[in-house]
């Protein structure tokens, strides 16, 4: 199936690694060219290379709670690749911890990055792109059912949702589309430190293994395939809606 990618390019934040950097690996394999962000300037500079250097992507050390991180990333494109089709917006997980007792300074930290500094990007770039241009969300399970342990996320992530819906609603007539994407246990950086965090991490995976009806943790690239179709030509009626990448453990129909 040809998705449509080839010379698209797209910006992907917090990519240097994990679904992020899974997804540029499949945008880049079917033709697309991408900017890469993180804050680590050499795991994206290294993480751009592996995907075939300046030719094929580049790497930008960028925070999404910097105010000006949306408009560097839209002028990254531009510039490199002459052109700009979307973007797969992502920060890193909030820190664990029951709602009850996380911190204001917590959740404040949180609200700015994980929530706002998504908001700001997903308009900057949508404002940006030509009919046709396509932006996902990497969210998570927890914007449908709270994950225990995860309480800014299960706090944050569901509004997420809701103004994705809204933002899809306003640049729909523009032929712009707007997706989210709800990964459940992926075998990323994140979940190891999950399950470390328990003090038994085999025990941990075990446990989130039994919960999936497919017995098993996804791997980055799964993600990163269905990413690369929502945010290609061949998903081109797909808006407003999010999609569980999960292995089938939500429950809800």
Wanted: charged share 20%; with cysteine.
């Amino acid at each position: 199936m040809d998705l449509g990618l080839t010379d698209h390019v797209y910006v992907l934040t917090g990519a240097s690694r994990g679904l992020g950097f899974a997804t540029a690996r499949c945008l880049v394999a079917d033709g697309a060219r991408v900017v890469l962000s993180a804050r680590d300037p050499d795991a994206v500079a290294a993480a751009a290379q592996q995907l075939g250097g300046p030719e094929h992507a580049v790497g930008l050390t960028a925070d999404l709670a910097d105010p000006e991180t949306p408009e560097q990333l839209v002028a990254a494109a531009r510039e490199h690749f002459g052109r700009l089709d979307g973007a797969l917006i992502s920060v890193g997980g909030p820190p664990a911890g029951n709602a009850a007792a996380i911190t204001d300074e917590q959740w404040r930290l949180s609200f700015e990055t994980v929530f706002l500094g998504t908001i700001r990007a997903v308009r900057t770039v949508a404002a940006a792109l030509p009919e046709g241009g396509a932006i996902g969300l990497v969210l998570s399970t927890s914007a449908r059912g709270p994950v225990p342990g995860l309480g800014i996320s299960n706090g944050l992530r569901p509004g997420l949702v809701g103004a994705a819906k809204d933002i899809a609603d306003d640049y729909g007539p523009r032929g712009v589309r707007v997706v989210g994407l709800l990964p459940g246990r992926i075998m990323t950086d994140r979940n190891r430190e999950l399950f470390a965090a328990t003090g038994d991490p085999e025990r941990a995976r075990s446990e989130a293994e039994a919960s999936i009806p497919l017995r098993r943790l996804g791997d980055p690239a799964e993600f990163g395939r269905v990413a690369a179709f929502v945010l290609s030509p061949a998903a081109s009626y797909l808006t407003g809606i999010t999609v569980p990448v999960d292995g089938g453990a939500l429950r809800g129909l």
